[in-house]
């Protein structure tokens, strides 16, 4: 099992929302096309024809290749939003052509969310991966070190206190209220704006 810190702005876009809400974590790089079965000179091929050369290359061939061929099924990856850190277990690779209109097809499927767990509660070699500024980056400790057994255990008796504080709470939320605002009003896909706009109108019939 393996561990990524990834980052949910694919094409500099947040979808943190999107991430949660389809169980999907997703990158950028859409003019790649499909990457399935790809091997890291396929890749190393795809962005060159794109543009990229010398440690630009170099650069986006390592973060490609860690997302599409790195990261395996069963892997661990961790999101931070704000004061909160969501915890998923991926999937395999695949070309998501549903995401296409928003150039983020290259996806893992998330098995599962475990319960979100407050960025301080992590230890520092977990606080210090997801201050990484890269889009994706992989921890190279066991699971053991980076001490993430207790929040992802089926054992109620194993796992510690998540109880996330009430201020954190409202953090995320006004933070995902924003975040949909912005889609409701900017985003480029009709159907993403909808959403949006539906999201933000079943918040506010629940609040009053």
Do not use: C
């Amino acid at each position: 099992m393996k561990i990524f810190m990834l980052r949910s702005k694919p094409n500099n876009t947040e979808r943190i929302d999107v991430f949660l809400r389809d169980n999907v974590v997703t990158i950028g790089w859409q003019e790649t096309g499909d990457l399935t079965n790809a091997t890291k000179e396929d890749i190393r091929e795809a962005l060159k024809s794109n543009g990229y050369e010398g440690q630009s290359l170099l650069t986006n061939l390592g973060l490609v290749n860690a997302f599409v061929r790195t990261m395996q099924e069963g892997d661990l990856v961790l999101i931070r939003q704000g004061n909160i850190v969501h915890i998923g277990e991926v999937g395999p690779y695949r070309w998501a052509k549903e995401y296409e209109d928003m150039k983020m097809s290259h996806a893992h499927s998330v098995k599962r969310w475990f319960t979100p767990v407050a960025f301080n509660q992590l230890n520092a070699s977990m606080q210090s991966l997801l201050k990484n500024i890269r889009t994706i980056a992989q921890y190279h400790g066991t699971i053991e070190e980076a001490d993430l057994l207790k929040f992802i255990s089926d054992n109620p008796e194993e796992k510690p206190n998540t109880h996330i504080p009430a201020k954190d709470k409202e953090n995320l939320l006004a933070n995902t209220l924003e975040i949909l605002k912005d889609l409701a009003n900017n985003a480029t896909d009709e159907k993403v704006r909808l959403e949006a706009a539906r999201e933000l109108l079943n918040h506010l019939k629940s609040t009053y």
